[in-house]
């Protein structure tokens, strides 16, 4: 078995231990909001960017003792927007690491099959010269593999928080949680990636969304490669081909790609529910 095959497991098997660290008996999230020292609690805004700057916080200590455990030291990015999250170094062999983000996302409340997809990560300088330091803890080729922490999640119905309301550490239980039903997951970064940037006008790459293909390691590229995928995100948005109108077209399409490179574009995993074919 691989070195990455074997933390793979390990760290499955990790994430599969951890729903009672962050959750009570009812699925709702134990972090109920922030205390001051009159033991005044503060509800926590539902904003998704401080849902996941808590739970990464909530996580942590057990992340490290799960490291300790299996020989593996951790190194924190440096800056906030350094890749990755947490680079795990093997004790006994240095040059061994892997590159762990956390991915956290809600549950689309129209339809629980769909989640609001993450971002993987840059395909810009660090990604495409593999020696590169800019923005990365270590060079992208040092990595023996790429992995996402995910947690999904459901909301709290806005209805039921008060974020203006202050609570009594007597009363904790009384405090609605704002996320709830956590589904923790590993997954190989390459495996749950679309074909489509991940937000706005960043060089990020985005996930699929459909909760089933992301959690079994369904995306767009699994079943053509992680070259393909590299290759693709490396030369996303740059190619020129001339289409069927007789016009200069980027190619910024998995199929347009895959054709154009002469593979097998049966091997395209398709987005569910319409998002795209």
Request: hydrophobic share 35%; with cysteine; proline share 2%.
């Amino acid at each position: 078995m691989s070195e990455k095959d074997n933390f793979k497991i390990l760290l499955k098997e990790f994430a599969s231990t951890i729903t009672e660290h962050l959750s009570s008996g009812d699925g709702q999230w134990t972090v109920k909001g922030f205390i001051d020292i009159y033991k005044n609690v503060y509800t926590i805004s539902s904003d998704t960017k401080i849902v996941s700057k808590i739970l990464e916080i909530h996580l942590f200590p057990k992340i490290l003792t799960f490291a300790e455990q299996i020989g593996y030291k951790i190194v924190l990015a440096d800056h906030q927007n350094y890749y990755p999250d947490l680079t795990f170094i093997k004790k006994s062999d240095e040059k061994i690491k892997f590159a762990v983000d956390f991915k956290t996302t809600y549950r689309k409340p129209e339809n629980k099959n769909l989640c609001n997809g993450f971002t993987l990560g840059s395909h810009g300088e660090y990604f495409i010269n593999r020696e590169n330091k800019k923005n990365i803890q270590f060079p992208y080729g040092e990595y023996n593999g790429h992995f996402c922490f995910g947690i999904i999640y459901d909301r709290a119905d806005g209805s039921t928080i008060d974020e203006t309301k202050v609570y009594k550490v007597d009363n904790l239980q009384s405090i609605v949680s704002v996320v709830k039903n956590f589904q923790f997951f590993v997954v190989e970064k390459w495996k749950i990636a679309s074909d489509r940037g991940g937000s706005g006008n960043t060089a990020n790459i985005g996930s699929i969304v459909y909760i089933k293909d992301i959690i079994e390691e369904n995306g767009m590229f699994s079943r053509l490669g992680e070259k393909w995928f590299d290759d693709y995100w490396i030369n996303y948005n740059k190619i020129t081909i001339i289409n069927d109108a007789g016009k200069p077209e980027k190619i910024n399409n998995l199929y347009k790609f895959v054709k154009y490179r002469g593979g097998d574009v049966s091997l395209i995993i398709q987005k569910h529910n319409g998002v795209k074919k």
